[in-house]
């Protein structure tokens, strides 16, 4: 039998184990301080800033490339912390080439915007290798609030309202807390254990307890928990995926690419991770793009995204489309799933063409069927185990201001609230907003 | 080609670039490499009289400050006249100026300000055979405290008293060099003329402490927790050198005397500049301690580019082309209205223009909806702080109004008629209109 790449079926060991190391370092290297000042210096220091504008979390990215210019990154990193504590992880994960870089008068200018999320890597990572934690509690107000789940919208939300004084316990469902940016964000993001590192750091503003193991809807009712606290704030993600509604989507082999990401992430040895040789992922968004993207790293011999639009349409960026193919994914537009073949495993997958009819996606009969050992369902996660009595909106809890649902008292924000766009930033500025408008609330 | 053959006090060189009294030109090993790197002539590391020479100090001489990639800016130093001993020097200077007859090399001399000192060492140096000397009444640090150097060059009846043995006792020309550490450069140019200098250079270092270090508490560069001020060179000094030239150049006392420009030449252009204002060639001492000898090249190759350009067939024709438009501020025409013009297509929204004006100068720029940067013409002076902070180069321009406009700002008619402060009526010594 073929050993690595061609070994057949699903497989660990595809790789060298030095390989799989370099193939998941840092996705961007971190600067020195040299090429941090050198790219600080770039920043024009806009007026009333465009990047400013285009960050979810208002970052004053202007004042903190400054202060890394000025040489002291440690006043840059308080400046980006103040207005999102997972400036870290988002420096990291930020799709910036859509966010605060697509709209850098440099990137105007000439095409190459100052990079701003490196930038501000270069700053929270050097406040945190101090081992700093640069903000202290208020006076304790007495005022207690529940928040469930312990993702990055939970975890800003509770750390911004620990810092004005409320006592705060999270409850997660999950073993360890983190959400997405412990189980999903692609590995060669967060690399070193960054997200658990990060988690613990946060957590020495004190005031913070986190109950893990513990699930709303199985033990903790929201009736129990709005009757012990003065504010809920439910940050609970999209734990739900939708369903491919192909044949064969239950054989063996065909997963969930969220699912294949967690595994991965939680790995105590990548090249221990099986993976298939011929691997098909369904979707077109982030989650996509990870899946292919790391299988290629694990050693998979094809990769292939099917995404059922065209390009332009693709909810991942274009930069991520390029980071696929560069690492040797094959990107296929305008094709969707017909059946996922195989007799007792996957061994294959049949594909429609399609074209856009109406408005709606149509297949044009045109079929196709590759190979595949492994297929990753990446298309789009859903709402799952929302409170009964919480309205809804578009399959998410309705919100309007900052995160205020249809029951007083109760907040929420995040991936499973309705509005924004799900990504870890979005869910950093909605848990920091919805904390200022629950501190009102409990302080008017 | 254009030819850059230059003829400075009679003395040829191949081009206008020589290297300034300074560790370049310290000693033969040196010049000799400046000579093959294509350098048209040296001043020699300034010598001392003769005895036991000066000592520098053993730990840093030099100071910067940097543009964000470590970009050399300025450059101080603490560094004192040649450090080897005179007839080593002498020997040198001769070796070389046998095997380089078509470059120029001046002697740099700092002796004490007495007769004697003076005439003992310059005939050693006239029997060196090279093509002149200049006298370093410049530096700035060291020297001075002994009363050689700027204490000597910021006293005019001393540089007249000193050039006039020079002249005295040494056959072939004499450059004075100039401390920019004064009041008005012209004193001291005025009065080595009248003591019969071929020549001026100029400037010397400027008077300088380049930083501080903020955990020992000491300017630098520091040696054993102190530090002393120093001379101040490179690119940062060059607007103040180019104004000293031209005030030489225009002034009606040494107005066509010749001038060597110093002070923080780096490029073609650099050196163009100053001889636009009346220099007849230039020196150049840090962009040769920055990036080597070999800079030279890129001045010759640009110099040379841009003459054949401009059409000009040697350096003589355009040394000395913009002084006649050096003027005084009282005889700028008041009636040359100008505003400020956005190019839409070139601006990159950055706003800086607006927080420039709104914040600190006239509130003429409006921030219209999608960040669309225009110019309140009525509010505009046309300071041009705008186009100086600008990113995008001729993205702002300043245009002219034209005669019979009338400009918004004042609601007068804008006349094609010069008029200057001279005549002005709100000058309350204005000569009365005819
Ligand atoms: C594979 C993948 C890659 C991604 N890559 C990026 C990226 O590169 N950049 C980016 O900006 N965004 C990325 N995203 C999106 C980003 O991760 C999410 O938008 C973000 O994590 C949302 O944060 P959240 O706090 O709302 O939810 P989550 O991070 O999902 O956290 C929700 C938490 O609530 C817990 N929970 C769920 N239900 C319950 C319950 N009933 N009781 C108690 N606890 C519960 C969960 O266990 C989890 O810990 C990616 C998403 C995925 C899936
Ligand atoms: C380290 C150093 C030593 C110098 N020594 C002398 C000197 O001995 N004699 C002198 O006339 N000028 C001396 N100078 C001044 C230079 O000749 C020159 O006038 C000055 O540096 C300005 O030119 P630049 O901007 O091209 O460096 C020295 C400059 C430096 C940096
Ligand atoms: S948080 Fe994200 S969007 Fe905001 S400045 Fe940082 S990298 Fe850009
Ligand atoms: S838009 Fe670009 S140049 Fe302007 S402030 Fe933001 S990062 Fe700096
Ligand atoms: S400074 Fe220049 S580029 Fe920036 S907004 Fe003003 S005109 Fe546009």
């Known amino acids: ?274 993976v298939g040789r011929n691997v098909v992922v369904i979707g077109g968004g982030m989650t996509a793009v990870d899946a292919a993207v790391q299988s290629k790293l694990l050693g998979a011999e094809n990769v292939t995204i099917a995404y059922r639009r065209d390009r332009a349409s693709m909810p991942a960026s274009r930069f991520e489309q390029d980071l696929a193919a560069a690492k040797g994914v094959k990107l296929m537009f305008n094709v969707m799933p017909v059946a996922i073949l195989g007799d007792g495993a996957v061994t294959g997958i049949e594909l429609e063409y399609t074209a856009v009819q109406n408005g709606r996606v149509a297949g044009t009969g045109e079929r196709v069927t590759l190979a595949a050992d492994q297929v990753f369902k990446a298309i789009g996660q859903t709402l799952d185990g929302a409170p009964d009595g919480v309205a809804l909106e578009g399959g998410k809890i309705a919100v309007t201001g900052a995160g205020r649902t249809s029951v007083a008292g109760i907040w929420a924000g995040g991936d499973c609230a309705s509005g924004g766009d799900d990504l870890t930033v979005t869910a950093v500025a909605e848990g920091r907003d919805a904390a200022m408008d629950i501190h009102s609330a409990l302080t008017a | 080609m254009a030819d850059l053959t230059t003829d400075f006090l009679g003395i040829k060189s191949p081009n206008p670039f020589w290297l300034a009294s300074a560790p370049p030109t310290d000693k033969e090993y040196n010049v000799r490499r400046a000579f093959e790197a294509g350098w048209g002539g040296v001043v020699w590391k300034t010598l001392g009289s003769e005895g036991p020479p000066v000592v520098n100090v053993n730990g840093p001489r030099y100071g910067a400050i940097y543009g964000a990639d470590r970009r050399l800016l300025g450059l101080n130093n603490i560094e004192l006249i040649t450090d080897r001993p005179l007839q080593t020097n002498l020997e040198e200077i001769t070796r070389v100026k046998k095997d380089y007859p078509d470059r120029a090399l001046i002697v740099s001399l700092m002796v004490p300000c007495d007769e004697e000192s003076w005439k003992a060492i310059l005939p050693m140096v006239e029997e060196t055979g090279a093509d002149g000397i200049e006298l370093n009444f410049g530096c700035p640090h060291g020297m001075a405290e002994r009363g050689m150097g700027s204490a000597v060059g910021q006293v005019p009846e001393y540089i007249q008293m000193v050039t006039e043995w020079c002249k005295q006792y040494y056959s072939k020309p004499v450059i004075v060099k100039l401390t920019p550490n004064i009041t008005d450069i012209r004193n001291p140019a005025r009065a080595a003329f009248a003591g019969n200098a071929d020549a001026v250079s100029l400037i010397n270092t400027i008077n300088s402490i380049i930083s501080v270090d903020l955990d020992q508490m000491a300017p630098e560069p520091m040696l054993d927790g102190k530090g002393t001020h120093g001379g101040y060179c490179g690119p940062a000094v060059k607007p103040i050198a180019l104004n000293m030239v031209a005030e030489i150049a225009r002034d009606p006392a040494t107005a066509g005397k010749p001038i060597s420009a110093i002070g923080g030449v780096t490029t073609w252009r650099d050196a163009a500049e100053f001889m636009a204002l009346g220099a007849g060639n230039v020196q150049v001492c840090t962009a040769a301690m920055t990036y080597g000898f070999r800079v030279v090249q890129e001045m010759i190759a640009g110099l040379s580019q841009w003459m054949d350009e401009k059409g000009y067939a040697s350096t003589a024709d355009f040394v000395g082309m913009a002084v006649p438009n050096v003027t005084d501020w009282q005889y700028l025409n008041l009636n040359y209205v100008t505003k400020a013009k956005i190019d839409q297509d070139a601006c990159i929204k950055c706003g800086r223009c607006y927080a420039a004006c709104e914040d600190t100068s006239h509130q003429a720029i409006w921030i219209k909806e999608d960040r669309v940067f225009e110019v309140n013409d009525a509010e505009c002076v046309a300071c041009n702080l705008c186009v100086d902070v600008c990113p995008v180069e001729n993205c702002i321009t300043m245009e002219r109004m034209k005669p019979g406009e009338v400009d918004p700002r004042t609601g007068k008619v804008v006349t094609g008629d010069y008029a200057n402060w001279t005549t002005h009526p709100n000058n309350p010594a204005a000569q009365a209109a005819e």
Not at chain 1, 39 to 49: E, I, L, N, T, V
Not at chain 1, 167 to 190: H, R, W
């Open chain 1, 1 to 274: 039998m073929a050993h690595g790449h061609q070994a057949s079926g699903i497989a660990a060991g595809r790789l060298p184990e030095e390989d799989i190391a370099a193939n998941f370092s840092d996705l961007h290297a971190p600067y020195a301080p040299h090429e941090a000042a050198v790219a600080a210096d770039r920043c024009y220091f806009c007026y009333d800033a465009p990047c400013v504008t285009a960050c979810p979390t208002d970052i004053d990215i202007p004042m903190f490339i400054r202060q890394i210019q000025t040489g002291q990154p440690e006043t840059a990193a308080r400046t980006i912390l103040g207005q999102n504590i997972l400036g870290g992880m988002c420096a990291r994960v930020c799709p910036t080439e859509t966010l605060c870089e697509e709209v850098c008068v440099r990137e105007t200018a000439e095409g190459k915007p100052v990079e701003i999320g490196r930038l501000q890597r270069y700053a929270t990572d050097t406040l945190m290798a101090q081992d700093v934690h640069p903000f202290t509690r208020a006076e304790p107000t007495g005022r207690r609030v529940a928040v469930v789940g312990a993702g990055p919208a939970g975890l800003s939300c509770a750390h911004r309202l620990a810092m004005l004084g409320h006592d705060v316990t999270i409850f997660e469902a999950k073993g360890k807390p983190g959400g997405l940016n412990e189980f999903g964000i692609a590995a060669y993001k967060s690399t070193d254990d960054f997200a658990a590192r990060e988690v613990d750091w946060l957590l020495r503003i004190g005031g913070i307890s986190i109950e893990t193991g513990k699930s709303l809807g199985a033990g903790l009712t929201l009736d129990g928990l709005t009757g012990g606290h003065d504010a809920v704030f439910l940050s609970i993600g999209l734990g739900g995926v939708n369903a491919l509604r192909a044949p064969g989507e239950d054989l063996p082999g065909a997963q969930d690419a969220v699912e294949f990401i967690a595994e991965l992430r939680q790995a105590d040895s990548l090249a221990a991770l099986a």
